[in-house]
């Protein structure tokens, strides 16, 4: 049964985002979609105006990547499937993998940690630096495992459950397969993240992006709240420190999964940041139970890890279900009179 094949990939590429990630040197998909968005929100921004074209431009820019990525990735597959079925999977499999980001979220925080380790904070501040959009040139070492911590629980959803998520959803419906769902979310992700700004010159031609980006990682950023709550073994706890502070956060899914880190942690994230000279305040999260240390950020990407390896085997637990139901029942004379009916 083709779920059972989608379940293989699954695996496949879940242990190809584990063990080798995403090597600067290799082309990714996500590079091409910066390149398309870049080139068509700079042409807007210049040929456009009015509020009202740039918000349209943005809905036709947001629609256009993310179905074009979608599309994309069936057609690649199609295509690979046609060749021969083996290059079907390998093509998939690693078309996946690379909208799984597990590993390069914990190479990126651990060559800070290891740099702080080794008391080089300039070189510290200057890693951090690519990865987050707050300045970095003048924070302390606390302030540093703060943002080191608060970007692996906020991207742990974008960039971890959410794909995994909906290549999931993807797989129990075997005609669109894993990667198109997968790659159509990296394709949202991207677009929030270039243009899904506040403020100008992206506040219109980026709303839709940024919108739609709550709305499709609404559901996934809850589940991997209540799954880690319940891997925490103090779940009651944890939920209610989440209800109470990660609604005070004015994005509808960051404050939920940077709070539930947090909250399982015992220490408080959120507080002030510097944004190109200008401060800005964040709600703060949790209870300072404990200091943020290196050991503190090396359980999260635990957590991230134990979340990801669970729905993954939830997944394909599911999708071998599936086949096997749909073996007993072709076997069934029954399915055969209904096929014959509806034929």
């Not at 959803?157 to 669109?176: K, N, R």
């Not at 980006?213 to 706890?237: F, M, N």
């Not at 942690?265 to 404990?290: A, E, I």
Request: hydrophobic fraction near 45%; charge should be neutral; proline fraction near 4%.
């Amino acid at each position: 049964m083709k779920t059972n094949i989608e379940a293989i990939i699954l695996g496949i590429a879940a242990v190809i985002d584990y063990r080798i990630g995403d090597p600067r040197e290799w082309w990714h998909p996500v590079q091409g979609m910066g390149w398309i968005i870049s080139r068509l929100s700079k042409f807007t921004i210049i040929t456009c105006q009015r509020k009202w074209q740039r918000r349209w431009c943005g809905i036709i820019l947001g629609l256009g990547v993310i179905l074009g990525s979608g599309t994309a990735g069936w057609i690649i597959v199609y295509l690979a499937k046609n060749i021969h079925s083996l290059l079907g999977i390998v093509v998939q499999s690693i078309l996946l993998a690379s909208c799984f980001a597990a590993r390069s979220l914990s190479f990126a925080a651990k060559a800070v940690l290891s740099s702080l380790v080794k008391g080089n904070i300039v070189i510290a501040r200057s890693q951090l630096s690519q990865y987050v959009g707050r300045d970095t040139d003048n924070l302390s070492e606390e302030e540093i495992l703060r943002a080191v911590l608060e970007t692996v629980s906020e991207n742990a959803i974008d960039g971890v459950t959410s794909p995994l998520f909906y290549a999931i959803v993807g797989a129990f419906f075997p005609e669109i397969g894993v990667v198109p769902l997968a790659l159509g979310y990296k394709a949202v992700s991207t677009l929030d993240s270039m243009i899904g700004y506040q403020e100008d010159p992206f506040k219109d031609l980026g709303w839709f992006s940024a919108k739609l980006e709550d709305y499709l990682t609404w559901l996934p950023c809850r589940l991997t709240v209540l799954t880690l709550a319940l891997i925490s073994g103090k779940p009651l706890t944890v939920l209610s420190i989440c209800c109470r502070d990660a609604s005070h956060d004015p994005s509808p899914n960051s404050g939920w999964s940077e709070c539930i880190y947090a909250a399982i942690l015992g220490v408080q994230l959120g507080g002030t940041n510097t944004y190109q000279s200008q401060l800005k305040y964040k709600p703060l999260l949790g209870d300072c139970l404990h200091p943020i240390t290196p050991t503190i950020i090396y359980q999260a990407l635990q957590l991230t890890r134990i979340c990801f390896l669970l729905w993954l085997v939830l997944g394909m637990v599911g999708l071998f279900c599936l086949a096997k139901y749909y073996l007993n029942s072709a076997a069934s004379p029954h399915f055969h009179i209904v096929s014959f009916l509806l034929t």
